[in-house]
């Protein structure tokens, strides 16, 4: 028996909302990586972009559990000198609710050019709408 290499031409794409109201962070970045991915579907092969798109709405009302809110720090640097500049979680999540989630995603996608198309295939709002309806997205529920 072969197995089956899905070909780029063949990929069916759909859409799929996640809503974040309540949920942990780490719950929403994992069910919408393991979507960008394609590893849902039975055709999923590893070398190919075969994931869907998603959208994450409500995303400053995700819920962070423990004391992550301010044990977690969020890193940057602008490659000067002392460029380092850093941010506790619950800062990120008050002025940058989109960016924290963006991140989460990322982090757990592959990290190289293939992961970066499957980052291009994520939409995260901070609110409760989005502009995306005309492609009919699934709700996509998330325990």
Same mark, same amino acid.
């Given at each position: 028996m072969k197995s089956y290499m899905q070909k780029k031409e063949t990929i069916?794409?759909?859409?799929?909302?996640?809503? !974040?109201?309540?949920?942990?962070?780490g719950r929403i970045a994992t069910k919408a990586a393991?979507?960008?991915?394609?590893?849902?579907?039975?055709?999923f092969t590893p070398?190919?972009?075969?994931?869907? /798109?998603?959208?994450?709405?409500?995303a400053e009302k995700a819920v962070l559990t423990g004391n992550k809110l301010e044990d977690k720090i969020y890193y940057n640097h602008s490659m000067y000198t002392g460029g380092l500049r850093e941010r506790t979680a619950k800062v990120m999540k008050?002025? /940058?609710?989109?960016?924290?989630v963006e991140r989460a995603v990322k982090g757990m996608l592959p990290h190289n050019r293939l992961g970066r198309a499957m /980052?291009?295939?994520?939409?995260? /709002?901070?609110?409760?709408?989005?502009p995306h309806a !005309?492609?009919?997205?699934?709700?996509m529920e998330v325990k």
């Open positions: 069916e794409r759909n859409w799929y909302v996640i809503d !974040a109201d309540g949920k942990p962070l393991h979507v960008l991915r394609g590893k849902h579907k039975a055709t070398h190919i972009d075969c994931g869907d /798109y998603v959208i994450i709405v409500n008050e002025k /940058y609710p989109v960016e924290m /980052y291009k295939k994520l939409f995260v /709002y901070s609110g409760s709408e989005h !005309a492609q009919k997205p699934t709700t």
